[in-house]
């Protein structure tokens, strides 16, 4: 079986590309489990400086597989790894991030993305709650725009991802403006870069600590609601939820 995941290590970076397009990188089981083992063996890896995210397909995460969702615990414990990862992890997007999709990058500890990319939090619109992925975005991002888009599901584009602190950066070419970003990853010494990381990331590890628990039943109660089955049906059936005025 091809896994949905690839990786390669090089020059002291190991890129983990999303490697599903025909789901659009969905968080199934087997994309979940697939960058779990990639992330530990990157963090056994001793040349390994700093981790890069990134997909193939337009699409870098679409959310839950609604098809197939993975186990809201697995999750959780995929966020919790790339938190306490000892080495920085940098998302590199160049198309859409929906709905869970947001809290893999918003987990990520530097986030750049090209001018194509849309974000959208589109939980509410299928009767489901971004439960787990408020633990790594609520520290992260202005409190304001997080009650928006959240509640609303409206899209919105890297610049303003940018300004309510989703995205690091923005560019026109993402590769271009993540050059000195990876190469002062690559001069930092990797004790003191491990050390800075737990340093400046501690609300987000303390979130998913403290509240993972409470928000994976959460997640897991509404998921199996009569509205989220009405939510996703019709979004499989391509016509708005009953609710829907």
């Not at 020059?11 to 983990?16: E, F, S």
């Not at 193939?56 to 697995?74: H, R």
């Not at 940018?162 to 930092?188: E, F, N, Q, Y």
């Not at 501690?202 to 509205?227: C, I, K, M, N």
Request: net charge neutral; charged share 20%.
């Amino acid at each position: 079986m091809v896994s949905p995941v690839r990786a390669v290590t090089q020059a002291g970076v190991a890129t983990l590309t999303l490697d599903s397009p025909g789901n659009r990188n969905a968080l199934s089981a087997g994309l979940v489990a697939a960058l779990r083992d990639a992330l530990a063996s990157a963090a056994q890896d001793d040349t390994v400086r700093v981790v890069v995210l990134t997909h193939t397909g337009g699409t870098f995460c679409s959310g839950a597989d609604l098809k197939a969702p993975c186990d809201p615990a697995d999750f959780l414990a995929l966020l919790a790894e790339i938190a306490a990862l000892p080495r920085p992890v940098v998302a590199r997007v160049t198309g859409h991030v929906r709905a869970g999709g947001l809290g893999l990058l918003g987990v990520c500890d530097i986030a750049a993305a090209g001018p194509e990319s849309t974000y959208a939090f589109t939980e509410t619109h299928l009767g489901v709650v971004p439960a787990v992925i408020s633990a790594p975005l609520l520290p992260r991002l202005d409190p304001r725009a997080a009650a928006r888009y959240l509640l609303t599901a409206e899209p919105f584009g890297a610049a303003e991802a940018t300004r309510i602190g989703l995205l690091t950066l923005h560019s026109d070419d993402v590769d271009t403006a993540l050059a000195p970003v990876l190469a002062g990853l690559r001069k930092a010494g990797p004790e003191a870069l491990a050390a800075t990381k737990r340093l400046v990331n501690a609300p987000v590890r303390d979130a998913l600590a403290r509240d993972g628990a409470a928000l994976t039943a959460l997640s897991a109660r509404h998921f199996a609601s009569a509205e989220a089955r009405e939510g996703i049906t019709a979004r499989f059936e391509r016509r708005d939820p009953a609710w829907s005025l």
